[in-house]
C-alpha cells in the first residue's frame, strides 16, 4: 500500500527541476553493477532510497525518470527468470497494482534485479535467456502502480517470487555516496554493451505471470459475461473464470499505456550568429572560445513551397545551435555533447500526403494509400501517429556525424530540440497544451515534450539520440462525471456518466476487475443515439425465474460484477465516420476512474431443498439455495459430514466438500449436485453451507446457517 503522505511526496520529487553537473567519463567505482539504461544516456532519479513509497520491501529501491518506451538495459550479466508484459493498464492508484510489467534478471550470486513498470509488449527478452550487462532488455512505461512513466529498479534477494526483500545497489557511475543515486541528481550511464560472456545464473524456480486482457464481445440485445470455474472436492477452493461481454457493437480490447515522461535536462541555447549568404544555420555567440559551425554544404535539390530547405553545420565539443533560415526549428547543443565535432543536419520534412515533395535526401511521395518516405535510399511507410494523436505537419530528421565520417548513434548530453507550430498542427480547438514533440522509435512513437511557449508557438524537448522528430497533437478525450473514484457503489448497476468531446461519433467502454479476478465488460458502441447519452448502464444480473419474461430475451445473463472488489472503468471516444476496432490509432487516449462493489452478507440466503433434517433421495443429490440479494450470482458451498467442515488435516474428521458455484449457470439456479465419480455415504447425516464468493481484493463473508440431510 502506498500511504496518501508517501503519494504526495513522490509527487513532489517528481516535480523536482533541473539538472546537475554530471561528468560522462569520471573514474568507475569497483561495483559490479552499471546504470539501467544505455552508456552516454542521463537520466534523473525521481526517487531514492527509503523516499515517498519506497518503505518496506521497496526501502532499497531506485526510480529512474525516464520517458515511456525508453530503453532499459541490464545492469548486470544473469538469466531471465519472470517476465510479465501483458499489463495494460496503470495509475496512482493501488487498483492498478496488478498491471504492472517487469523483468526479472537473476545474477547467481544470491541477487535478482526487478525491473518494473514497463510498457505494453516492452520485454526485449524471454524467461531462460542469457543477458550481458549493457543488453537491452526492455521499455519502460507507466504500467501498474505508477504516477507517471519511470523506471522503478530494485536489487533483492533472488527468490521464486518477481518481489522480494530489497538490497543496496550501489552503480559504478555513481562516485559519492557509496555508489547509491541520490533523488533529484541526474546521472550518465557508462554501461556499454559486454563483450564478454554473462556468468549464467544459478537454476531458481521460474515463472510468467499472466494478465487476462478483456475479452472480446459481439453484437447481440444483451450484455453478457459467465465465468467459468473448475472446483475440485479438495480443501481449498480453486476456480479458473473468464468472461464474454456482448452489447450492440462490437469490441475488440486494445493495450495502451500513455503517460507524462519526467525525464529533466536544462540547457543554455548560444545566441544566433548571422545566417551565411548561403543559406545556412546559425552558430554560437559571446566571446572567442564560442563555438561555430561551418557553412553547409549545397543541398542536390532546390526546395519546394511546402518543404524548406535542409541546414547542415559543424559542431564542436563546446556546443552550438543549428537553425533553420527562419528559426522554426532549432537544436541547441550544450558542451560535451559530442567528444571532438560533429556534422549535423536538420531535415524538415512534411507529414501530410503530398503529389511529390523533396528536401535534401528526403522525398515524401503519395502511394495513393499511406504517404511514404524515402530518407538516403530506404523506403519505408510514415509512421502511424502514437495512440490517441494526430500528427501534426511539422517534423524534423535530425542527423549526426563524427569527426571520422560515421553516422552517431547518441549525444553524451541532452540535446534541445526547439519546433514552431501552426494551427494545422494543432487541429481544430486545440489548445497547445495538447500539443507534443514525439520521437520516432521503431516501432513506436515516445513523447520527449520538455516545455511548451504558447506566446512564441514553439514546443521544446531534449533528445540524446538523432531521428525522426514529429509534432503530434492530443486528440480531444471524454471528460468523467461518475461514479466518483473509488466510491462504493449502491448497487451491481453502475451507471458510467461522463461528457463526449465535440463530434464523437463512438465510444469504447471497459470495466476491469482488480487482478483481471473475474468477468469484464469491453464494448463498442457506434449508434449516434446512445453515443450521445454519453452513458452506460452496467446490466444487472439475471438468474433465471419461474417466470422466464422477467430476465431479457427470456434467458439469464449479465454475470458481470461480483461482489466487495474493486474495479477500474475507462472510456474512449473517435470523431471518425467508419467503424474503428480497438487497435485503431485514431482513438482518443483513454480517461480511467475506479469503484468499487458492495460487500455481500450470507444472512439474506435460505435453503430451498434438502435441509430440516430431510430424508435426500439418492446418494448423489442436490441441494438448491434462495438469495433475497438477486445480484449474487457466484457462491461457494460446503458439504461435510462433519458440522464443523474442518479441513486441518490435523484435526479434520470427515472429509469436506469445498466447490464453488456459479449460480446463473447450474442446474437449477443456485444449486450444487453430488458428482456420480463422489457420491456420498449410505445411511449418513450430511450438513452444508453456503456462502457468497469474494475474490480480488475483497475480504471472504461468514458462511450462511448450516442445513442438515441424511442419505437413504
Not at 561528468?23 to 527509503?50: C, K
Not at 523516499?51 to 526510480?63: N, R, T, V, W
Not at 513506436?444 to 514546443?459: K, L, N, S, V, Y
Request: net charge negative; with cysteine.
Amino acid at each position: 500500500m502506498m500511504p496518501r503522505q508517501a503519494r504526495i511526496l513522490l509527487a513532489g520529487a517528481l516535480a523536482l527541476s533541473g539538472i546537475v553537473s554530471v561528468f560522462p567519463h569520471a573514474a568507475l567505482s569497483a561495483s559490479p553493477y552499471r546504470l539501467p539504461y544505455p552508456g552516454g544516456v542521463t537520466y534523473r532519479v525521481s526517487q531514492g532510497n527509503g523516499q515517498g513509497s519506497h518503505l518496506g520491501k521497496m526501502y532499497y529501491a531506485i526510480d529512474f525518470a525516464m520517458p515511456s518506451g525508453s530503453t532499459i538495459v541490464a545492469t548486470r550479466g544473469g538469466r531471465v527468470t519472470m517476465v510479465k508484459e501483458n499489463g495494460t493498464l496503470g495509475g496512482c492508484s493501488s487498483a492498478y497494482s496488478s498491471h504492472g510489467n517487469y523483468v526479472v534478471v537473476n545474477h547467481g550470486d544470491g541477487t535478482q534485479a526487478l525491473y518494473l513498470h514497463l510498457q505494453y509488449n516492452g520485454a526485449l527478452v524471454k524467461v531462460g535467456d542469457t543477458v550481458a550487462q549493457g543488453q537491452p532488455i526492455a521499455r519502460s512505461g507507466a504500467t501498474g502502480w505508477a504516477c507517471g512513466a519511470h523506471l522503478h529498479y530494485q536489487l533483492e534477494r533472488a527468490g521464486s517470487s518477481w518481489f522480494t526483500q530489497s538490497v543496496p545497489s550501489p552503480f559504478a557511475e555513481v562516485t559519492i555516496n557509496g555508489g547509491i543515486p541520490v533523488a533529484g541528481r541526474s546521472y550518465t550511464s557508462e554501461n556499454y554493451r559486454a563483450t564478454a560472456t554473462a556468468t549464467p545464473a544459478a537454476p531458481t524456480p521460474t515463472a510468467t505471470p499472466t494478465e487476462t486482457v478483456p475479452p472480446p464481445s459481439t453484437e447481440t440485445a444483451t450484455v453478457t459475461a459467465t465465468p467459468t470455474e473448475t472446483a475440485p472436492a479438495t480443501t481449498t477452493p480453486t476456480e479458473t473464470t473468464t468472461a464474454t461481454a456482448t452489447a450492440t457493437a462490437t469490441a475488440t480490447a486494445t493495450a495502451t499505456a500513455t503517460a507524462t515522461p519526467t525525464e529533466t535536462a536544462t540547457v543554455t541555447p548560444a545566441p544566433s550568429a548571422p545566417s551565411s549568404s548561403s543559406g545556412g544555420g546559425g552558430g554560437g555567440g559571446g566571446g572567442g572560445s564560442s563555438p561555430s559551425f561551418a557553412a553547409p554544404s549545397p543541398e542536390p535539390t532546390a526546395p519546394t513551397p511546402d518543404v524548406q530547405q535542409a541546414v547542415r553545420g559543424t559542431v564542436a565539443a563546446t556546443g552550438g545551435t543549428l537553425a533553420t533560415d527562419d528559426g522554426s526549428i532549432q537544436a541547441v547543443f550544450p558542451a560535451g555533447a559530442v567528444t571532438e565535432s560533429a556534422t549535423v543536419t536538420l531535415e524538415p520534412v512534411l507529414l501530410a500526403p503530398a503529389p511529390s515533395l523533396d528536401a535534401a535526401s528526403v522525398r515524401l511521395e503519395d502511394t495513393g494509400g499511406a504517404p511514404r518516405m524515402t530518407i538516403q535510399a530506404a523506403t519505408f511507410p510514415a509512421p502511424a501517429p502514437p495512440p490517441g494523436f494526430r500528427l501534426g505537419e511539422t517534423a524534423v530528421w535530425l542527423r549526426a556525424v563524427d569527426d571520422q565520417g560515421q553516422p552517431m548513434a547518441g549525444f553524451l548530453q541532452p540535446v534541445t530540440l526547439s519546433l514552431r507550430f501552426t494551427s494545422d498542427d494543432l487541429g481544430a480547438d486545440q489548445p497547445p497544451a495538447s500539443l507534443t514533440l514525439q520521437r520516432w522509435i521503431g516501432p513506436a512513437w515516445q513523447d520527449i515534450t520538455q516545455t511548451r511557449d504558447p506566446e512564441a508557438t514553439t514546443i521544446r524537448g531534449t533528445t540524446t539520440t538523432p531521428g525522426l522528430f514529429a509534432l503530434a497533437a492530443e486528440l480531444p478525450r471524454p471528460t468523467l462525471a461518475g461514479p466518483q473514484e473509488g466510491a462504493v457503489i449502491a448497487d451491481f448497476a453502475p451507471v458510467l456518466r461522463w461528457s463526449n468531446p465535440p463530434g464523437a461519433t463512438q465510444y469504447q467502454v471497459q470495466t476491469m476487475p482488480y487482478g483481471d479476478d473475474g468477468p469484464a465488460l469491453n464494448l463498442i458502441i457506434g449508434a449516434l443515439d446512445l453515443v450521445r447519452q454519453a452513458r452506460f448502464a452496467v446490466p444487472v444480473p439475471c438468474l433465471s425465474p419461474a417466470d422466464p419474461s422477467a430476465c431479457p430475451g427470456g434467458r439469464s445473463g449479465n454475470f458481470i460484477l461480483l461482489p466487495d472488489m474493486g474495479y477500474v472503468w475507462r472510456v474512449r471516444t473517435a470523431s471518425i465516420a467508419a467503424a474503428l476496432d480497438g487497435s485503431d490509432p485514431r482513438w482518443s487516449g483513454w480517461v480511467t476512474s475506479s469503484f468499487r462493489t458492495p460487500p455481500p452478507t450470507s444472512s439474506t440466503i435460505t435453503p430451498l431443498a434438502l435441509a430440516g433434517h430431510s430424508l435426500a433421495s439418492s446418494l448423489t443429490p442436490t441441494v438448491r439455495w434462495a438469495n433475497a440479494n438477486t445480484r449474487i450470482f457466484y457462491y461457494e458451498v460446503q458439504l461435510s459430514q462433519d458440522p464443523a467442515f474442518e479441513t486441518d488435516p490435523a484435526r479434520a474428521r470427515a472429509a469436506v466438500y469445498w466447490e464453488l458455484v456459479h449460480g446463473g449457470a447450474s442446474v437449477p439456479a443456485n444449486s450444487y449436485t453430488v458428482p456420480a465419480d463422489r457420491p456420498l455415504q449410505s445411511g449418513t447425516r450430511y450438513y452444508w453451507r453456503v456462502r457468497p464468493r469474494v475474490q480480488g481484493d475483497g475480504a471472504p463473508v461468514a458462511w450462511s446457517d448450516t442445513w442438515d440431510f441424511s442419505t437413504p
